[in-house]
């Protein structure tokens, strides 16, 4: 989860996945919907894949500038 900067609206956020931490996707990685997030306008992502048929995975936060 995270909780964006409303005052950046130039910046867009991309969580991404990995079992490796040198290979990232975005594919593997679906947004959750919260009822009632708190702290409000937080964002909850979730691993595709079960644990069971993993060995391992990792998710990161991408943040970059978005063109204007």
Known sequence: SYLPNEAATDLNY?????TNLIDWTSADV???????????????????IPVSQ?????????VQRADL
């Open 14 to 18: 991309i969580v991404e996945a990995s």
């Open 30 to 48: 679906e947004q959750v919907s919260v009822i009632n997030p708190n702290p409000p306008g937080q964002q909850t992502f979730r691993y595709k």
């Open 54 to 62: 993993s060995e391992r995975a990792f998710l990161r936060l991408r």
